[in-house]
């Protein structure tokens, strides 16, 4: 079946930056865009940008541009999301998710998440 | 930058109807998504293209949307639709999620 699985836990610094993988399976993966959202401890979902697989064109949310970048391995089907520079603002929890895979202009497949955590 | 809104929480009894809005400019004319989220878990999409029920959602769940409002709709809400509900306007430039409602059943 179509699965999103994503990276562990990570504990960082302030100042520091951080990988958050997601690893695809059960489709073919350069046919779908991939969206990353956080989500901070009590708070709403927030996208941060889309990445397409087949060509690399991105499209990261103005308020994370300067930090953000976003990449892919389709050899191993993985996309990838790296935020630098943290902040304590930046502790939440990711997740990646499938751009229209059966249904347009949704992400209908979902990561299980990845919790960061930002320390002084 | 494209704001939108959601009230922050709605409480129902079991058996009625539900109606979480989401706002903003001319929403009407770009595709809304809404997904549902328990407690620790991710969030699932319940509604696409402001209208249409993805496969495994009850028919209960529906969606509409015109001017600058959108709404979800649970008619016969049960306990099992207490969660928070997320709104997600779509265009070639725009993917925000509103604030979210929180829904109560009680």
């Known amino acids: 079946q179509v699965q999103l699985e994503q990276s562990g836990a990570e504990v960082k610094k302030v100042g520091a930056s951080v990988q958050v993988s997601c690893k695809a399976s059960?489709?073919?993966?350069?046919?779908?865009?991939i969206s990353w959202v956080r989500q901070a401890p009590g708070q709403g979902l927030e996208w941060m940008g889309w990445?397409?697989?087949?060509?690399?064109?991105?499209d990261y949310a103005e308020r994370l541009r300067d930090r953000l970048t976003m990449t892919t391995d389709t050899s191993t089907s993985t996309a990838y999301m790296e935020l630098r520079s943290l902040r304590p603002d930046d502790m939440a929890v990711y997740y990646c998710a499938i751009n229209g895979h059966s249904y347009n202009f949704a992400l209908d497949v979902w990561g299980q998440g990845t919790s960061v955590t930002v320390s002084s | 930058s494209y704001e939108v809104t959601q009230p922050p929480s709605l409480s129902v009894s079991p058996g009625q109807t539900a109606s979480i809005t989401c706002s903003a400019d001319k929403l009407g004319n770009k595709y809304v998504s809404w997904y549902q989220q328990k407690p620790g878990q991710s969030p699932i999409l319940v509604i696409y293209q402001s209208r249409k029920r993805p496969s495994g959602i009850p028919e209960r769940f529906s969606g509409s949307n015109s001017g600058n409002t959108a709404t979800l709709t649970i008619t016969g809400t049960q306990a099992m639709d207490e969660a928070d509900y997320y709104c997600q306007a779509w265009d070639s430039s725009t993917r925000v999620f509103g604030g979210g409602t929180k829904l109560t059943v009680l």
């Open positions: 059960g489709y073919t993966f350069a046919n779908y865009g």
């Open positions: 990445i397409s697989p087949y060509n690399g064109d991105t």
